[in-house]
């Protein structure tokens, strides 16, 4: 039970991690799961992605009552699985702005401006446009455009434009403004998981041991040392523990890596001490600078239909079983739209999803028709929360806490973007489509209602970031190069380090610091292949 690494979650960034790291047939490398193998149709089916919440794929986790959302608490679903949340999200292929990467830059994390991070995208990526500046082709990650968006999806684009916002035909190039179809982590029409892309072509490689079901209880401490990690697995639980000789890689989300460190003794002393944890050390950045998008969807009906209703037809079947094309290729979103609200912003503080289909509640909530949805997303939010454990035991699933919306400025972003979306479908393309409007409905007229609207309806994006931030400053919880602060041997690589959100959805820059992460620990993360 001895290896050179042991890496915790594979999910988005231990999958990556799992694969670079037995590259080197010399290292042994072990790769810990908490769930199982993933192998289920509504994994591969994309249309589907949201019917795995809330079953044994996913963690399920809910924020404690949110105090800007009327006292709501707020899912958040985290994929559970080979694969992790990338088995599960709606496969949007968003990188964010280069702004974003110098700001992380400028924050205290040299080596992660948007020059540095950029060749780790690209070699990531395998492009179905090919190979180009903005773009890299050959890497384990298949990204490709939709096989066979709606018509409607082209319609609101063209509403889009008729308001001033210009079509653009890369949202991931050097300008993100704009509105563009999306790009999605496809192959063939068929989710392509990190689990996929990296984790399944190394699988053979005698060097790399992956067990499943296997509940991380805590990492070993020698002194100021992580030696390996304690887990349960196998049909009776049994506890064993795995020996890292070299390090022990925490990947398990913005959720689980916090968990795991205070789990261990490593996190806000006080709160330790009141869950009935030895300190470690005291660590008060762990678990705070919690941040995600918030989301509020608006709905009109479609009386014409030809939306993703249709996909529930035996025909859509067979065509994605024969072609992998239909309906069911669909991501739910198909079209973005990254809009500044107002003006002198450095960036889009919006992204609308456009959803050719009746989204609401998560997926959750059905309708007897054909509707569309046109979903405004705060991409900067101003809120910071954090996750606190609910007790010692590892099982216990840890407080959870965003403070969406309690912010005056992210606000009244919300609110200009419930009215932009307004906008677009009462231009000419959208205005003989669409029919009633449904959520939030036409007797939410003024700001004071749509605000009133926001805090009952609003959720959260599904892109959980920051609660092990990165930096140069003693509060930061890892150095530049993603090392424990005060710990040896011990690295966290996952969307948890990310100091500020990214200006869009946050799979690919999850796979970007796992990329890098891979080559700091290498030691060779001055110049990627």
Known sequence: MSYDYVIVGAGSAGCVLANRLSEDSSVEVLLLEAGGGNRHPAVAIPVMFAEQFHTGRDWDFSTDPEPGCNGRSLFVPRGKGLGGSSAMNAMLYV??????YDMWEADGCPGWGWEDVKPYFLRSEDNSRGSSDDHGA???????????????TRTFLEAAEALGIPYTADYNGPEQDGAAVA?????????????DAYLSPA????NLTVVTGAEVLKVELDGTRATGVTYRAGRRRAEATASAAREVILSAGAIGSPQLLMLSGIGPAEHLREVGIPVRLD????????????FLVCIWDL????????AEKPRALAEWMLRRSGPLSSPVAEAFAFVRSRPGLPAADLQFHFAPAYFSEHGADEYDGHAFTIGPVLLTPRARGHVRLRSGEAGDKPHILTNALSEPEDMASLVAGVRLARDMVATGPMQGTAGRELLPGEDRADDDKIEEDARARTELLYHPVGTCRMGSSDTSVLDPELRVRGISGLRVADASVMPLIPGGNTNAPTIMIAERAADLIRGRAAAPD
């Open 138 to 152: 050959g890497g384990p990650l298949r990204v490709e455009d939709l096989r066979s968006p709606r018509g409607l």
């Open 183 to 195: 790009q999605v982590t496809q192959r063939g029409g068929r989710r392509w998981s990190t689990n």
């Open 95 to 100: 990188r964010g702005r280069p702004l974003d």
């Open 283 to 294: 660590a008060p950045g762990v678990g705070e600078n919690l941040q995600d998008h918030p």
């Open 203 to 206: 699988r053979k490689r005698p």
């Open 303 to 310: 009386p014409g239909g030809g939306s993703l209703a249709d």
